[in-house]
């Protein structure tokens, strides 16, 4: 059975940092792309970041650029999604997603049960 | 980026009824296009990837159609656990990107 389970979520103030991890199992993690997606309070969906199955390739939304930086340990089948200087704007659920396939743009066949972020002073 | 636009924002139906959601994307994205269901306070669930393909496990009263720019989806009898919040999203590249979703309702 597939898992994902994020964890680090949390309150931080603006222009501080978190990390995000997320346990994968159940799969073949180095198989496929993962990706970040968040969801502010209320609002819809936001794809966030992505990466390859190697971790050689990420790819990023423009309103993180810069800020949020995605790895991969292949050897421990987790995820992570370092973010630096944030923004009340940053504050959402972040959810883990599995890809369909290798491709980093390919659909999310299985999703996390998502860690809330919230920037506030 | 490509835009992604759902119609209705909000819908109201009862159970039995025959429902159909609509998104447009503002160019031409093949058949890279996928559909999610959304209930309060979890996460979303792929229901159809590739326009039209279901995704396993799926009950068969889900089906989307649709390629280039306009797509849909239709749930040909609702049932109750189907009230629910539905997002369409583009991946034909990067950055994928969603509707802003429809929200279907009790009536």
Known sequence: ???????????VQPGGSLRLSCAASGFTFTRYA????RQAPGKGLEWVSAIS????????A???KGRFTM?????????????????????AVY??????????????????QGTLVTVSS | DIQMTQSPSSLSASVGDRVTITCRASQSISNHLNWYQQ????????????ASSL?????????????GTDFTLTISSLQPEDFATYYCQQSYNTPPTFGQGTKLEIK
């Open chain 1, 53 to 60: 199955g190697s971790g050689g390739s990420t790819y990023y």
């Open chain 2, 39 to 50: 209930k309060p306070g979890k996460a979303p669930k792929l229901l159809i990837y590739a």
């Open chain 1, 62 to 64: 423009d309103s993180v």
């Open chain 1, 95 to 112: 959810y883990c997603a599995k890809a369909f396939s290798t491709s980093a743009t390919s659909p999310w066949d299985y999703w996390g």
């Open chain 1, 71 to 91: 790895s991969r340990d292949n050897s421990k089948n987790t995820l992570y999604l370092q973010m630096n200087s944030l923004r009340a704007e940053d504050t």
């Open chain 1, 1 to 11: 059975e597939v898992q994902l389970l994020e964890s680090g979520g949390g309150l």
């Open chain 2, 55 to 67: 995704q396993s496990g799926v009950p068969s009263r889900f089906s989307g159609s649709g390629s």
């Open chain 1, 34 to 37: 993962m990706s970040w997606v």
